[in-house]
């Protein structure tokens, strides 16, 4: 069975400076992978996804995650964040073979003046 | 219009009481599914549904049944409310087959609280 690992519980940064939210997923075939964003009290909205291909993704709202099958890992990153980025962020993980979608604990963000 | 919708988006309710969620989603997909988002914000998967057809069953309790009337409709009623079902339920739809639409595409969640 698929896990995904999100290492950090609370990230806190300052607007403008850049963003890494770490991601490490478990499972033995290919993954699809995802993450999501969930804004205070909404939804959950997704940011990006990883099926083949290309491992530097580009995503909605200026953010982009990076495949390294060798570190089991997906780390989203944006360059510069802005005060609307703070929320919750998912890392998840879909099976090739059935119709499961697993998640991380998920990182929230912070995003200080 | 809204992709996923999900109805109440609050529910109050007493220890014992039955309640129903109900979802509907407009993007023409077969398969529909019931999340729980416990107070640690961890999201779980409780069911799905592919064309009407319940395939995935996780460990939850027999108070909770989920029903779909057709595809685009997947309910949720649980008997016999304890503490702790509060939480949020999201409910959620894709298009099975292709990994292409593996994504899910989530309602607004429904806070369930259970006083």
């Given at each position: 069975?698929?896990?995904?690992?999100?290492?950090?519980?609370?990230?806190?940064?300052?607007e403008g400076a850049s963003l890494e939210?770490?991601?490490?997923?478990?499972?033995?075939?290919?993954?699809?992978?995802?993450w999501?964003v969930?804004?205070?009290?909404?939804?959950?909205?997704?940011l990006l996804?990883?099926?083949?291909?290309?491992?530097?993704v580009q995503g909605i709202k200026g953010f982009e995650a990076?495949?390294?099958?060798?570190?089991?890992?997906?780390?989203l990153r944006k360059p510069s964040v802005h005060?609307s980025d703070?929320?919750?962020?998912?890392?998840?993980?879909?099976?090739?073979?059935?119709?499961?979608?697993?998640?991380?604990?998920?990182?929230?963000?912070?995003?200080?003046? | 219009?809204?992709?996923?919708?999900?109805?109440?988006?609050?529910?109050?309710?007493?220890?014992?009481?039955?309640?129903?969620?109900?979802?509907?989603?407009?993007?023409?997909?077969?398969?529909?599914?019931?999340?729980?988002?416990?107070?640690?914000?961890?999201?779980?998967?409780?069911?799905?549904?592919?064309?009407?057809?319940?395939?995935?069953?996780?460990?939850?309790?027999?108070?909770?049944?989920?029903?779909?009337?057709?595809?685009?409709?997947?309910?949720?009623?649980?008997?016999?409310?304890?503490?702790?079902?509060?939480?949020?339920?999201?409910?959620?739809?894709?298009?099975?087959?292709?990994?292409?639409?593996?994504?899910?595409?989530?309602?607004?969640?429904?806070?369930?609280?259970?006083?």
């Amino acid at each position: 069975a698929q896990s995904v690992t999100q290492p950090d519980i609370h990230i806190t940064v300052s607007e403008g400076a850049s963003l890494e939210l770490r991601c490490n997923y478990s499972y033995g075939a290919t993954p699809y992978l995802f993450w999501y964003v969930q804004s205070p009290g909404q939804g959950l909205q997704l940011l990006l996804k990883y099926f083949s291909g290309d491992t530097l993704v580009q995503g909605i709202k200026g953010f982009e995650a990076e495949f390294k099958r060798s570190q089991s890992s997906f780390n989203l990153r944006k360059p510069s964040v802005h005060w609307s980025d703070a929320a919750e962020y998912f890392c998840a993980v879909h099976g090739s073979n059935d119709y499961k979608l697993s998640f991380g604990a998920g990182t929230t963000v912070t995003v200080r003046a | 219009d809204t992709a996923v919708s999900q109805t109440p988006k609050y529910l109050v309710t007493q220890m014992g009481n039955d309640k129903s969620i109900k979802c509907e989603q407009n993007l023409g997909h077969d398969t529909m599914y019931w999340y729980k988002q416990d107070s640690k914000k961890f999201l779980k998967i409780m069911f799905s549904y592919n064309n009407k057809e319940l395939i995935i069953n996780e460990t939850v309790p027999n108070r909770f049944s989920p029903k779909s009337p057709d595809k685009a409709h997947l309910n949720l009623h649980i008997n016999s409310l304890e503490l702790g079902d509060s939480a949020v339920y999201f409910c959620a739809s894709s298009q099975a087959g292709d990994r292409a639409t593996y994504e899910q595409y989530f309602g607004p969640g429904t806070r369930l609280t259970v006083t």
